[in-house]
């Protein structure tokens, strides 16, 4: 018998059917082991020796594998075909060694698709374990230990507030914060636009200033309404032929298919996924065999994908969508052993799989597959200059027109920002000499932009040109700065909080080597030389200990306050920027004789006058220097009303009511009307037309919401509790109650109704649940397989989920009385024997 072994229950299952007789395949659930967060899990003085453990939870999981071992003749190790996959495949082998049942013939294979053909053709090329990727693996995760538990103790010592700190995760919000302060310290610039529009052959079209009296117009050349005004006179006088027309051919290949980079990135654009969420996804699809592997660099397909992608493009399009010759991409990943095929389809005539996310991300991921091998676009771009009879003025007029789609027709890539200008629209046939009939001159002002803040698909591609980390850890490192409360996400772009600005002015002042772009980036190339065999992974480790160890314990010796003073110096020209009239911007605005200057708090960093407690003056770090803006003490709003600022924030007081200020509620605009409502709830709507019961309307722990009857609805915003009337709540009451029951399919209609079960005659549904959709007969749930169509279920398959589910359902208390018989049967066990079973 050949034991097998794969990460998930669900490739396990499917697996072991194609393998059929003689195979065992059980799963993994995983990695089995970890280093323990603890100090000493990995000791650079014996050749940094590495200490694992293994997770209680799978503990289960290993005894079955342990067993099933002892009987097998050979153990074939079946994980997923990356880094990672092959660690788990390398842990799995020493926990078997030590329990001494490893069997004596040991095989390592790797599979792309989980399909039939793709799994049967892997089981007959066995390999060894590859002893690079598992050091590479060992490089790794010993540096992701060294840096946490030697910066995260210092951080939570010297920085109250602060969590943790990370080799990439560090320097993911080094880049969030960067770009925060290059939105703070940008300076708007005015410009204006002149465009006139005419009209040929009852076509409009706009042209644009580019030119006036001999010299060139850019973007930012007029920058002032006087000028405006100038300029837009001379178009308005001017008599304008068309003095030259350019027309050029243009040509736009398709993208390659998705690596994982690209699909969360495109997935972030189009659908709205976070990074984790397309992964869960994308895991999902793979092992119900759907997609191929989605942990990739690489963009290349097989030839017989390729040769599968032209024919489904034949059979969809006409004969020009198919080019001549296959398409072939070429990986500019650095890491070979990371460099599989693209995520791809594994069967090119499904276009459909799955339903809800599931299916949207698969559409996206077979089209951008299908596009890959379709015919490049042809577009035409005209480009026509008019000139006036004065020769003072010159006006451009570009135009694009689509003359065959090719791929367009299927796919077009998303992009973060849109170029300004990029396409022009369609234009009339213009010729020289021409003289189109002028209907109106514009001047429109406008304001130079700041760049704009990270998205989850501008973070990962720039962390992907920038070369730190890997696409497969993505995902991960953005999850972790969220749970961290390191950054916040606003309209889908990443804001840092107070806490991430100041651990990554403390790692730039005190750390500022091992959060540099560029030294992270050639530590990635140098794990990626262990990968390839090129470098020891000991060595790498040596090299970056020799120097981070006394760093870290220098900076450990440094005194709370001293470390205080260091950021206060390091972060003056962002708290104390300096002042128009030229004053200290670092004296009080409440004494005004004592010295502002950042101070460290039980629950944070703060800026504080220098005559304290004389001076009650206070202001939140996370204010720079807006002095306006500051907590000068507790301030009048009328009635009785205070506003005020705590350890969790301001707040408005009424006597001995306080209720803190929602974080969608600027300061700034916090009067007596604001206070007075915030202080008023709940803010009952109304009684509810069906039960008579009131609706209420508040803010809470978790933001705004509703609530009727000890149900609850959420509510986007706070002006939303004082907005919403009794159509908009009876509405949003009722789609809460609806997805509440989502799971047990109550108060739904059903997808479909396939007809009475021929043993029970119970009438049997297609339900969408909250996990997905599933059959049901009333009694029992079976969850349809994730790539099956739910509407397409039919009645022979649905009874045969049903019957395999109860099949499988225990008998009720079944556990309950059998458990003292093995307990009374046991009577000369140890003690510690019993315990052991019970905790098991």
């Not at 009987?71 to 079946?78: M, Y």
């Not at 984790?276 to 065999?289: F, K």
């Not at 997905?772 to 039919?794: C, F, M, Q, S």
């Amino acid at each position: 018998m050949k034991l097998v072994v794969v990460e998930s229950p669900a490739k396990a299952k499917t697996i072991e059917k194609y393998l059929g007789p003689g195979h065992r395949v059980l799963a993994s659930y995983g990695h089995v082991r970890d280093l323990p967060p603890k100090d000493g899990s990995v000791n650079p003085d014996e050749g940094f020796a590495m200490d694992w453990e293994t997770y209680p939870d799978k503990a289960r999981q290993l005894k079955a594998i342990t067993d099933e071992a002892k009987k097998a003749d050979s153990l074939i190790l079946a994980t997923d075909p990356d880094r990672e996959g092959e660690a788990i495949s390398w842990h799995v082998q020493e926990v078997l060694r030590k329990k001494k049942a490893l069997p004596a013939n040991v095989e390592r294979v790797t599979f792309n698709a989980i399909t039939k053909s793709a799994v049967t053709e892997a089981m007959g090329k066995p390999r060894q374990l590859d002893e690079d990727l598992i050091d590479a693996y060992r490089a790794r995760r010993a540096l992701d230990y060294l840096v946490g538990f030697t910066l995260s103790p210092i951080l939570w010592r010297k920085l109250p507030g602060a969590k943790s700190a990370g080799r990439v995760q560090s320097v993911a919000l080094r880049l969030i914060v960067d770009r925060e302060r290059e939105i703070e310290v940008f300076k708007a610039q005015e410009y204006w636009t002149i465009s006139a529009a005419f009209e040929k052959d009852g076509q409009s079209f706009t042209a644009r200033l580019v030119g006036l009296d001999g010299k060139k117009i850019d973007r930012l050349t007029i920058g002032d309404k006087g000028a405006a005004d100038a300029a837009k006179a001379v178009v308005e006088a001017g008599r304008f032929t068309v003095a030259s027309v350019e027309t050029k051919p243009l040509s736009r290949n398709p993208p390659p298919p998705f690596t994982t980079s690209t699909l969360q990135q495109e997935a972030a654009r189009k659908l709205g996924y976070s990074a984790s969420h397309t992964m869960r996804l994308a895991q999902s699809l793979y092992e119900d065999g759907a997609i191929t592997y989605m942990r990739t660099d690489g963009v290349q397909m097989a030839g017989e994908a390729i040769s599968a992608a032209r024919k489904a493009v034949a059979d969809r399009y006409d004969a020009g969508y198919l080019p001549d010759k296959p398409r072939h991409y070429s990986t500019k990943a650095k890491n070979a052993q990371e460099a599989h095929e693209a995520i791809r389809p594994t069967d090119f005539r499904k276009d459909k799989a799955g339903s809800g996310d599931h299916a949207r991300l698969y559409s996206l991921i077979y089209n951008r597959a299908l596009a890959s091998q379709m015919a490049s676009a042809r577009l035409e771009r005209t480009t026509a200059e008019l000139a006036d009879g004065a020769g003072r003025a010159t006006l451009r007029a570009t135009g694009q027109v689509v003359l065959f789609p090719g791929f367009m027709a299927l796919y077009e890539e998303g992009r973060d920002e849109k170029a300004e200008d990029e396409e022009g629209a369609r234009m009339p046939h213009l010729t020289a000499g021409d003289a189109p009939h002028k209907k109106s001159v514009d001047a429109v002002q406008s304001f130079t932009q700041p760049p704009p803040r990270y998205s989850e698909a501008s973070l990962v591609k720039r962390l992907e040109e920038l070369g730190i980390g890997r696409p497969s850890t993505y995902a991960a490192t953005l999850q972790t700065l969220k749970d961290r409360e390191y950054v916040r996400l606003e309209k889908n772009r990443f804001i840092p909080e107070e806490s991430g600005r100041l651990v990554i002015a403390f790692l730039e002042r005190f750390f500022e080597r091992y959060v540099s772009y560029d030294y992270t980036a050639e530590l990635e190339e140098e794990l990626d030389d262990v990968s390839g065999g090129r470098l020891d992974w000991q060595k790498l480790l040596e090299a970056f200990w020799r120097d981070f160890k006394p760093k870290a314990g220098e900076v450990m010796e440094q005194k709370p306050s001293e470390v205080t003073a260091a950021l206060d110096e390091f972060l003056a020209p962002w708290l104390f920027p300096d002042k128009d009239d030229g004053s200290d911007p670092r004296v009080c605005p409440l004494c005004g004789n004592g010295k502002l200057g950042l101070r460290g708090g039980k629950y944070g960093a703060f800026v504080a006058c220098s005559n304290y407690p004389e001076c009650k003056f206070t202001r939140k770090f996370g204010q720079g220097g807006d002095d306006a803006s500051a907590s000068e003490g507790p301030q009048e709003l009328g009635n009785g009303i205070l506003l005020k600022s705590g350890r969790f924030g301001p707040y408005v007081e009424q006597g001995e009511k306080r209720v803190s200020v929602p974080k969608d509620v600027p300061l700034g605009d916090l009067d007596l009307p604001w206070a007075e409502k915030l202080l008023s709830l709940p803010r009952t709507i109304g009684n509810h037309p069906e039960t008579g019961e009131p609706i209420t309307a508040s803010i809470g722990r978790y933001g705004p919401y509703l609530q009727h009857q000890g149900k609850y609805a959420r509510l986007s915003s706070t002006a939303e509790v004082f907005e919403t009337g009794m159509n908009a709540a009876v509405a949003k009451l009722a789609d809460a109650a609806n997805g509440a029951g989502k799971g047990r399919g109550a108060a739904r209609e059903p997808l479909a109704v396939l007809g009475a079960h021929p043993e029970t005659a119970k009438e049997l549904k297609v339900m969408e649940g909250r996990f997905g959709p599933y059959v049901t007969d009333g009694t029992t749930h079976a969850t349809l397989p994730k790539i099956a169509d739910p509407k397409a279920v039919t009645l022979d398959e649905a009874v045969a989920l049903i019957d395999a589910k109860s099949a499988k359902a225990p008998i009720k208390g079944k556990g309950k009385r059998k458990a003292p018989a093995k307990k009374a049967a046991a009577k000369k066990a140890p003690a510690k024997k019993v315990a052991a079973e019970k905790k098991a």
